[in-house]
């Protein structure tokens, strides 16, 4: 886990302490084992971890209570267990049984924590006692899987769609990728094909000899119950008179175009094999005519006849952006370009917002039922992924952005979507529903992440909405292991009424899902927290905090608004949270900059916001709609890690100087006799210095004098390759030089420490002067204190 | 009937009394009297001897007699008169007060043999008739008449023919003209003759008179006919059919027409025959005539031979012996009235005449020998003029006439003969092959008296008696020995059912363009008075048969066909060069046009350019141009066309069987596609698609291992789902074509899906072809109403309540108007669709023919389509259609000198504006009617021009122009328009006429609108052309004489009369099948052909008989051809050896009435059967189901249906009773 050591992260701001940080005091000490064990537990992080007891001051300390859950982080340790949960009878609760609860052996019943209602052990349970207790008593159980029995279990089902309007070699390269990928999927797993261009086909699977396909135009939406007639899908059931034959005929005629895997392999890899370009001619100075819209409708519509409240997953590949029928982005004359950020703050993107009302509209029935739709995208050119990000972000499936199918990125990127875990089966899970359920004195508020709402009103629900809000439950139907929302909380405590003594905040999360092994399970975390009152504890409280979850929640929130925003007012209103934050816990004389300090617990949050307020996710500057969408859609969904590392990148030195090393995200720490690697989460970029590029031009590397050479040289790429070995999507991977022109990747992420303007003002030793005049993070922090500190903000 | 007979009675008996008395014309008139007198002589003769013999020896003869007088009074009475009345002008008049007068006179001078013979007389009017029939092809005739009247229908047709012959001569006398530029001479011959005539006519008369009183003269008479029949006949067969069959073929016609021209200037003789003359060549023309007579003339009288020969010989020979004799006496009538011209003017006549007549008793002879003398004459005459044919034809025949007569007459033939004979010889050549024009002439003298008798004698019309198709069909055939040049302006091509070979020498071939007149009225009141259509069928692609030049293509180059500048006509043999050739003014619009220089030539010292006769532009009727690129669609070279084959494949049509005969037949069929070179493969690329409810499309592409099926389910928005792959070449996709035409069937094997859609499929096939850029052909196999939710949805719609209602017509139109819309797409794209139907029950046709009617496509239905029995009908079918030559995205455009104006078109196409008929698509077998109008008036001179261009894509791709030139003359007579008409195109014109009439009007109103206008077209002929007789007697020209029954069969037609077990789709099916079909096939389709098997000779064919039961004899077999259907009746005490040698079997009772095609037996009968059949069926644009109808079985029903001269199931009248009704309404228009 080489992210780990991000807390050992040196600002600038806190230089002075270094060793504070690096000295255990027992708090933070505390706190830092807590959070870390709640997390590889529950896959938790809180923002605090104590809580405020009173709406009035969890309101004053800025950052809300909230958090970044998990909810099917990996947990080998923890088996299942064969039976299903026992809930609260209590009809509007309904809360799960669980280690917080009190119980009562004798009686054999159990009190709900949530909503106190005294509940019977179920039949089931008659042996139970204090020494043999069921695992969802034990504490080391606050979460806790279950699997569920009944009903039928569907197979799991992938639907491709595919875009036939590439040039020859992608297509190539996807057909292949595509045939591959049949091996990978469970032969009990039902495929489905669909290819379009002018013109959408649905590609029959089960006959022998002549290939099937049916056939939409590309220019017409059509309803769902359409496409179902036409697919000849309710066919069974309105012209079926008997009522025995009819549902192996319903079967028969869904199956035609979902098969088994195992049993249409062959022909499957035939027909895609078979596939070819899109025959339709594309005249000079037009783009080709591309049905996305109208494939996708027929996808979604085909799941929906087909498979309701099934898992499945739509893999959508595209290579290029819609240009006719519904959900068209962009006209097919070819001297009319895409949209770009400057068209949409003008105004001037004629298709957007039908095409954006279009997929919404899609990819919400696509949420109803259940499917989740991800889409491959690679083209040199945008895509629509910003009119279409909301089909994958609304229903949790993948986007992955690339320049060609014929690349390494896409090909391990779509690989890497049926790994599969300890257990071999497949990181993914389908229909995943959340629910939350959360002691009196809390309420949650709303949900940022891959999901939809569920519109379930309840007594835990807050007014006050943030995210997705105004219910308790969501739906994310793709869901994998490292799918992380961010659920945000309010405190509704009176001020004036007091907490029970030793009470504390209960919230439970209820995730039901598909497995990828096709079974039902339900699993269910239970997790609590202190009450704190701010006024008497406020120190408490504030070592509570967690600043690597507070800035990701907090970077969640900013996402969020930016997708409806203008970016200048997020970052406003990012700004005023941290001034508020820094008044709230710094340490400062009134209007002396100086002065002001903040403790080791907040210490790193104003860099993170640094970073973050440059972050490509608020920034569009250089960054085309579509990979503002794409890189906005990965952050919404990843772990605290990984957001962590998009919103501030690591930097790797190598060097002779010693072992590799993490190293400032400055533009000081660029110098010649080193080799850098960035991560970023989206790319991973690998500098020679100017020293070291100049050697290896040389050549030095080939000669076995300078084998330790060569073994610098390679340290990097070993280590950028365990990184590419485990990251989805694949990042794209850049090796350069000094002076290379890929080089401006790392260039734009480090802090400018040195630019043209102050390059002999500040130190000389070292570092690669940056060409801008963006700030850096000294002239932020000194803003920030100065902000800080006025008692005139 | 009873009118005619009545009022033929009276004046018929009057009239040929009289007329024959001859006494009464030569008071009367010289002339006339003595061209009638020897006419009548003959005629009277034969009356007297006929009555008597005819009676006595044949029965026929009386029972012609007694019919024969209604229908010699109908036609010949009628027409002879009229026709000849009119141009003798003034002798007409004479003639038919002459009638009267004659009778009175006749009864005076002739009265009293006849008084003492009175009785007889009526007879004799009958034999009048046969007079009449005489005069048509008396001389020749007779004795042909004779051979074929053993059958009563020739008889009658010969009568008729007579009759008819009497209009017909005039008419072909225009056609004759040239040969009587010699008869010029011979007019004034005639003139000279009408004096030697008036002689003779006294004593023709007389003899006719005294030949009465020697009853037994007649007897000697037949007996001499007896005698000379047999010598002349085989004289006749031989020396006629060989010489003049050979060398008169297609002179033929023209002595024909010169016959009659002949005839009424024989006739007139004296007064009339120069005017009669001048109007058949040019009647009075007749001195230009002369230049054109010369060539003609020789060719005439060939003619008039092979006519005979043809014709006449055989029935002559076969029937004549027994029959002969009443028709003699019959054309006794006739000759009398003719011969006494054609006598006179024809030294021959007269010689024969006077024999005849003088003799009395050869009466008979006169009809007999009327011919034979006339050959007799003729070979003098002929002799003296030219020795050519004619001689030759006659000289035979005339030996024995001559023989007998030439003494009688001997004076009269020395002073007759020259100029006569050239007349005559001409003449008679032609009437004796001509029995219909000879008669017509005969008729001038004789229609009066024929009529009066013949009808007066009997109660009953007796079918023989009234005009025979078969008679007049054969008469055709006969005349035709030469080929037709189409180099003569105004001239009646041979009729569609003769077989002739056509040699272009300026204007198109009959086989792409007939007219229903040849002879226009030079004014539209002209032409509003008589009421005849001028139309005319063209058929621009038709296919030649093999020993005839296909159009030759021409390449101007880049430059493109030259032009006129204004009409935009094409260059064609009627642009006149001038200023030494550097212009050109164009006989269309008289525009004068510069010659583009690399077109200029120099012209020779006639004006004709140096080059005519290398440039087919300049020198023939049709040709074609290669189109350059300003022709084309958006101005690019079209793309090779495509064929897209749309397969029904729901429940019915797998169960029918039809899906698997389809895709095995393709298999087969798709290495016959059309071509233009057979040793280059077709270019023409292929799509499959099939459908129930969804519409499956087909990639084929050469690459792939198997075929792609692409499913199309929204058929509400059609579209084609795929470019590359639909349409392929067959040889690159071969493989994957045949895997996917083994595949369909198998695939939709258990469908159970029972719903089709139609308009999608239309659409998808249009689409698909748009998507190509290129025109093409849909072979659409459907099977029943389109009820799937879909655009051009319908609904069963069938009401027999309807039917007969003023609503009745709307089930002639298409239920929605969306195929209307569909069908204009299509004609844009040049996309042409043919629609294979397979119905179980009722699918309107009506609607879903719109769209194939529309494109120019065809529409084929199997009803109740079952594998075992219809396949062969089907595929046959299918290859045809998938092999024959078509083009594609056409545009026609028919341009007519001033003064005409092409009006109205019928056929199977499109219509944007009211000039240019669009053919999305346009194949070998579809034929477009045109109508023309006037706008202004004609002059004779110039004729009336016409030029049909056609503009379409090849079945290679290549773009080219069509051109067929037709000029046809122009009269200010009536009587020309008359004589130079075309029954069978008429009806042509009518049926498309009335058939359209059907979606606007009720049946009933059509139905009467036809009867009116063919009422008003005989009724102006009564009026104007005949001469003047009693109007009880209905008087038909020669060329028209079958319009009435022809009318009847179209009035019968299941489309107008519908039989309650004939369905609407049925009705809707014809009435669309009819709307393309050119003369041919509608002939064949109104009346269908019936061949007596009995016994069957290699090389000819059995001799038709008419459509009557009562022609059917039990003890035979009867082969029924209709075009669609193909009936083998088997009599119910058929001999066992006609049962053993056809079907294998011994007994009645065994023969399987399921049989589809006859059993293969290694019998020369059966072979020469299964022949004949075959060639039947390789004549027919469609498949030929054979049907064994035993007598008495259940199927006999349909097979009556088809036995259009009686009454039919229906209500359709008879033809006896039509033929009444018809003169009804004439004589009341004429009151």
Known sequence: MPYLFLKQFISPLSKPEDNLIHSTSSVMATYQEFIQQNEDRDGVRFSWNLWPSSRLEATRLVVPVSCLFTPLKERPDLPPVQYEPVLCSRANCKAVLNPLCQVDFRAKIWACNFCFQRNPFPPSYAGISEVNQPAELMPQFSTIEYIVQRGPTPPLIFLYVVDTCLEEEDLQALKESLQMSLSLLPPNALVGLITFGRMVQVHELSCEGIAKSYVFRGTKDLSSKQIQEMLGLTKAAASGQQGRPQAPQDAAASCRFLQPVHRVDMNLTDLLGELQRDPWPVPQGKRPLRSTGVALSVAVGLLEGTFPNTGARVMLFIGGPPTQGPGMVVGDELKTPIRSWHDIQKDNARHLKKATKYYEAMANRSAVNGHCIDIYACALDQTGLLEMKCLSNLTGGHIVMGDSFNTSLFKQTFQRVFSKDYNGDFRMAFGGVLEVKTSREVKVCGTIGPCVSLNAKGSCVSENEMGIGGTSQWKVCGINPSTTLALYFEVVNQHNAPVPQGGRGVIQFVTQYQHSNTQRRIRVTTIARNWADAQSQIQHIESSFDQEASAVLMARLGVFRAESEEGPDVLRWLDRQLIRLCQKFGQFNKDDPTSFKLSESLSLYPQFMFHLRRSPFLQVFNNSPDESSYYRHHFVRQDLTQSLIMIQPILYSYSFHGPPEPVLLDSSSILPDRILLMDTFFQLVIYHGETIAQWRKAGYQEMAEYENFKQLLLAPLDDAQEILQTRFPMPRYIDTEHGGSQARFLLSKVNPSQTHNNLYAWGQETGAPILTDDVSLQVFMDHLKKLAVSSSA | ?1231
């Not at chain 2, 004593?203 to 005698?227: D, H, L």
């Not at chain 2, 010369?294 to 060939?302: G, L, R, V």
């Open chain 2, 1 to 1231: 009937m009873n009118v005619n007979q009545h009022t033929p009675m009276a004046s018929p008996y009057g009239q040929p009394q009289p007329g024959y008395g001859q006494p009464g014309y030569a008071p009367l008139d010289g002339g006339y009297p003595a061209p009638y007198a020897p006419y009548n002589g003959p005629s009277s003769a034969y009356q007297p001897g006929a009555p008597p013999q005819g009676y006595s020896p044949f029965t026929n003869f009386p029972s012609k007699a007694v019919v024969a007088n209604p229908v010699s009074d109908l036609s010949s009475p009628l027409d002879l008169g009229p026709a000849r009345g009119p141009p003798t002008s003034g002798t007409p008049p004479v003639s038919a007060p002459q009638p009267y007068n004659q009778y009175s006179q006749g009864d005076m001078q002739n009265g009293p043999p006849p008084l003492t013979q009175a009785p007889p007389r009526p007879a004799a009017s009958q034999l009048y008739n046969q007079g009449a029939v005489n005069l048509s092809g008396p001389q020749p005739s007779y004795p042909q008449n004779y051979g074929p009247q053993p059958s009563m229908q020739q008889v009658t047709s010969q009568m008729t023919g007579m009759q008819i012959t009497s209009g017909a001569p005039t008419p072909t006398g225009p056609g004759y003209a040239p040969p009587r530029s010699s008869q010029h001479p011979a007019s004034t011959a005639y003139s000279a003759a009408p004096p030697p005539s008036y002689t003779q006519a006294p004593p023709p008369a007389s003899p006719a008179q005294t030949q009465p009183p020697p009853p037994s003269g007649p007897a000697a008479s037949q007996q001499y006919y007896g005698g000379p029949p047999p010598p002349s006949q085989q004289p006749f067969n031989s020396s006629l059919p060989p010489t003049s069959q050979r060398q008169f073929p297609s002179p033929g016609l023209p002595p024909s027409s010169s016959q009659q021209t002949f005839p009424p200037s024989s006739y007139s003789g004296p007064v009339s025959p120069p005017s009669q003359a001048p109007a058949h060549p040019v009647s009075q023309p007749q001195q230009p005539f002369p230049p054109t007579q010369p060539p003609f003339s020789s060719a005439p009288p060939p003619v008039s031979q092979p006519a005979f020969a043809p014709g006449p010989p055989p029935p002559t020979q076969g029937s004549f012996p027994p029959r002969a004799p009443p028709p003699s006496s019959q054309p006794g009538s006739f000759p009398p009235p003719g011969p006494p011209p054609t006598s006179m003017p024809s030294g021959q006549y007269p010689g024969p005449m006077p024999p005849q007549q003088q003799p009395p008793p050869s009466q008979p002879h006169p009809y007999q020998s009327g011919p034979p003398p006339i050959r007799t004459q003729m070979p003098p005459t002929s002799m003296a003029q030219s020795n050519h044919l004619p001689p030759g034809s006659q000289g035979p025949p005339g030996p024995p006439g001559p023989m007998q007569q030439p003494p009688s007459q001997p004076g009269m033939q020395g002073g007759y003969p020259p100029q006569q004979n050239g007349a005559f010889g001409q003449g008679r050549g032609p009437q004796p092959g001509y029995a219909g024009p000879y008669p017509g002439q005969p008729n001038y003298g004789a229609p009066a008296p024929a009529p009066a008798p013949g009808p007066a004698a009997q109660k009953r019309l007796d079918p023989d008696a009234i005009p025979s198709p078969i008679q007049v069909i054969e008469d055709d055939r006969a005349k035709c020995t030469e080929p037709f040049t189409t180099g003569v302006r105004g001239q009646v091509p041979p009729l569609v059912t003769t077989n002739f070979q056509a040699k272009d020498q300026g204007n198109a071939s009959p086989r792409f363009v007939r007219c229903t007149a040849y002879n226009v009225p030079c004014t539209a009141d002209m032409a509003k008075q008589s009421q005849v259509p001028l139309a005319a069928v063209i058929k621009p692609l038709a296919t030649l048969p093999p020993d005839e030049t296909p159009p030759y293509l021409v390449d101007h180059g880049e430059a493109g066909p030259v032009r006129c500048n204004r009409c935009k006509a094409y260059m064609c043999p009627y642009m006149q060069f001038i200023e030494g050739g550097r212009r050109f003014q164009c006989g269309f619009c008289s525009c004068v046009t510069e010659v583009p220089p690399h077109y200029f030539q120099h012209l020779d010292h006639t004006g004709k350019r140096v080059d005519c006769y290398d440039r087919p532009e300049l020198s023939l009727g049709s040709y074609e141009f290669v189109a350059t690129v300003d022709y084309c669609k958006n101005n690019k070279i079209p793309q090779p066309p495509a064929f897209i084959f749309l397969i029904d494949v729901s429940y019915n049509a797998v169960k029918s069987g039809m899906v698997n005969i389809v895709c095995q037949e393709l298999k087969t069929l798709l290495d016959y596609l059309p071509r233009e070179n057979p040793e280059m493969d077709s270019v023409v690329r292929v799509g499959f698609v099939t459908y129930n409810k969804v519409l499956h499309f087909y990639n084929v592409k050469a690459s792939l291992a198997q075929p792609q099926m692409l499913v199309v389910s929204d058929v509400s928005d059609m579209f084609v789902p795929l470019l590359d792959g639909f349409l392929v070449n067959v040889n690159e996709s071969r493989l994957v074509i045949e895997s996917l035409l083994d595949q369909i069937p198998e695939m939709f094997a258990d469908t159970r899906e029972t719903e089709t859609v139609f308009g999608p499929v239309i659409q998808a096939g249009l689409e698909a072809l748009k998507a190509a850029d290129c025109s093409g052909k849909l072979f659409v196999f459907h099977t029943s109403l389109p009820i799937a939710e879909a655009p051009g949805k319908l609904k069963n719609r069938e009401d027999k309540k309807l039917v007969g209602t003023d609503k009745e017509k709307s089930l002639f139109q298409p239920q929605v108007g969306f195929y209307n819309t569909l069908a204009k797409e299509c004609v844009a794209q040049g996309c042409c669709v043919d629609l294979f139907l397979f119905p179980n029950q009722y699918v309107d046709v009506a609607t879903l023919g719109v769209v194939p009617v529309s494109t120019g496509g065809s529409i084929y239905k199997y009803t109740y389509f079952q594998a075992q029995s219809d396949t062969e009908r089907f595929l046959n079918d299918l290859r045809r259609d998938v092999q024959k030559l078509v083009g594609f995205d056409a545009v026609m455009r028919v341009r007519t000198s001033t003064g005409i104006r092409a009006t109205d078109f019928f056929g199977s196409f499109f219509m944007s504006n009211t000039t240019d008929v669009e053919l999305a698509g346009l194949d070998c077998d579809k034929a477009i009617t045109v109508e023309f109008k006037h706008d202004d008036k004609l002059s004779e001179e110039t004729g009336a021009l016409m030029q049909c261009a056609v503009l379409y894509t090849s079945c290679s791709g290549q773009r080219r122009l069509r051109v067929h030139n037709m000029a046809v003359n122009c009269c200010s007579q009536l009587a020309d328009l008359y004589r130079n008409c075309e029954t069978d195109t008429i009806i042509n014109f009518f049926s498309k006429y009335a058939f359209r009439g059907l979606l606007n009007n009720p049946t009933k109103a059509v139905r009467d609108t036809l009867i009116n206008q063919c009422a008003q077209i005989l009724a102006c002929y009564r009026k104007n052309c005949a001469s003047p007789s009693s109007a009880g007697q209905l008087i038909l020209p020669e060329c028209m004489k079958l319009l009435p029954v022809y009318l009847n069969c179209v009035l019968k037609s299941d489309v107008l009369m519908p039989g309650a077990d004939v369905s609407l789709d049925d009705r809707a099916y014809l009435r669309q099948l009819i709307s393309g079909m050119d003369v041919t096939e509608s002939h064949i389709f109104f009346y269908p052909r019936l061949l007596p098997l009995t016994k069957l000779e290699s090389g000819s064919l059995p001799l038709a008989v008419r459509d009557s039961e009562e022609r059917l004899s039990k003890g035979g077999v009867y082969l029924l051809e209709t075009g669609l259907h193909l009936f083998l009746w088997v009599g119910a005490s058929v001999q066992q050896e006609l049962l053993l040698n056809i079907f294998g079997t011994q007994s009645f009772s065994q023969i399987d009435p399921s049989l589809t095609s006859l059993p293969v037996l290694d019998n020369p009968f059966s072979q020469r059967l299964r022949d004949i059949i075959e060639s039947f069926r390789a004549q027919r644009s469609r498949y030929m189901k054979l049907m064994v109808v035993k007598q008495e079985d259940k199927a006999e029903l349909i097979f009556r249906h088809f036995l259009v001269e009686d009454k039919s199931a229906s209500g359709g009248a008879s033809y006896v009773d039509f033929l009444c009704h018809m003169h009804k309404e004439i004589r009341q228009l004429l009151s």
